[in-house]
């Protein structure tokens, strides 16, 4: 239950500490800083999103990632690459929402500090007020006690001088007595006085004290809610990163389902063939028996050189002597 634990754990037997009450507002600041430190960690995480977010916007739009695959595969790296960009945006927009988040906490701890401020300044009063009215009680008490031993001093002069003859000497003292004995009963009245207005003092400072620490802690409770809360949402907000990510990249995975390696090869085939006749094998040409070297029917022929004639048929019988002879020319040596 708030406003139950600050009143009763932080008071001091000494009327002029505010070790307490300093205590408390210590807590309290280091609460704001640690809001501070958070908030600040939401804007450089945001920072690092948005950074991240477009790096992987502009790989997406840019960088080529198989730009030449066909059919079925390039469906699928299209897909990849949309999801990639979607994924980028997420990551802009969870930019956005941090920073969102980050704007809460600091208008949080200001609308902590202005309701803390207001507390503050009473309690500064008050605290002002107490040590003032202490110092003006110890003044009055000192006064007081100095008159008391002026009196107890005239009254032992006025003892001692019982058995004067001088009458002037002994009036003089009687005056000095009576005089003490006023000015102590004065100060003991302004003693009195200021010993009231302290007590008086000390209630509404510890009236004020107890309002205070309620205030104080509400705001602690507050505080340490609304944190949580924000850490919370934070983890929410990555969690739900990761998964729309994941239903992003999903798509993915379902169009590479849909990716056939038969089909992506027939449609190269079919797209790109050039013809199914392979070519004729190189056949054997007689150099001196062309015409049984024909070319097939459809084949280019080379360059047609020309062919040395059929070796001369001899004029004589192979049985006459002059065989050896071939157009008058002979290759018998004589």
């Known amino acids: ?15 002029l500490s505010t070790i307490g009450y300093d205590s408390i507002i210590q807590h309290l600041n280091n609460g ?14 945001a920072s690092i999103e948005e950074k991240y977010g477009k790096d992987l916007l502009s790989l997406a739009r840019k960088k080529p990632c198989g730009q030449s695959e066909i059919n079925t595969l390039k469906r699928a790296l ?14 802009i927009q969870l930019a956005h929402n941090l920073r ?3 704007r809460k906490i600091e208008e949080f701890r200001e609308k902590q500090k202005l309701q803390r ?3 503050e300044i009473i309690m500064d009063a008050v605290h002002k007020q107490k040590s003032l009215q202490f110092k003006k009680t110890m003044d009055a008490k000192k006064n007081y006690e100095q008159k008391c031993r002026e009196k107890d001093d005239a009254e032992q002069a006025v003892h001692r001088s019982a058995n004067l003859v001088n009458p002037k000497q002994q009036e003089k003292l009687f005056v000095k007595l009576a005089t003490s004995k006023t000015a102590a ?8 006085l200021h010993i009231n207005m302290l007590d008086k003092v000390r209630e509404e400072w510890q009236s004020e004290h107890i309002k205070a620490c309620e205030v104080f802690e509400a705001q602690e409770y507050e505080r340490i809610n609304f944190f949580r809360n924000a850490l919370w949402l934070h983890v929410n907000q990555l969690s ?9 990249y999903e798509e993915v995975r379902k169009s590479l389902e849909m990716c056939s390696i038969e089909k992506d090869i027939e449609y190269f085939v079919n797209q790109r063939k050039i013809g199914q006749t392979p070519p004729a094998r ?9 015409q049984k070297n024909a070319a097939p029917s459809g084949k280019a022929t080379g360059p047609n050189l020309p062919r040395r004639g059929p070796l001369p048929v001899p004029k004589s019988l192979p049985d006459d002597p002059d065989y050896s002879l071939v157009d008058n020319y002979s290759l018998i040596y004589q």
Request: proline share 3%.
């Open 100 to 102: 969102e988040e980050a």
């Open 78 to 91: 299209e897909v990849f690459k949309q999801q990639v960009d979607n994924v980028a945006q997420c990551h």
């Open 185 to 192: 009963e004065d100060s003991d009245k302004a003693y009195m």
């Open 282 to 290: 190189i056949i054997y040409e007689n150099f001196y028996c062309p």
């Open 117 to 119: 401020k207001k507390t």
């Open 32 to 45: 704001r800083k640690n809001c501070k430190e958070f908030e600040d960690f939401l804007k450089e995480r």
């Open 240 to 248: 739900k990163q990761c998964v729309t990510s994941d239903d992003m």
């Open 1 to 15: 239950m708030t406003g139950s634990l600050f009143k009763g754990n932080f008071w001091s037997p000494d009327i």
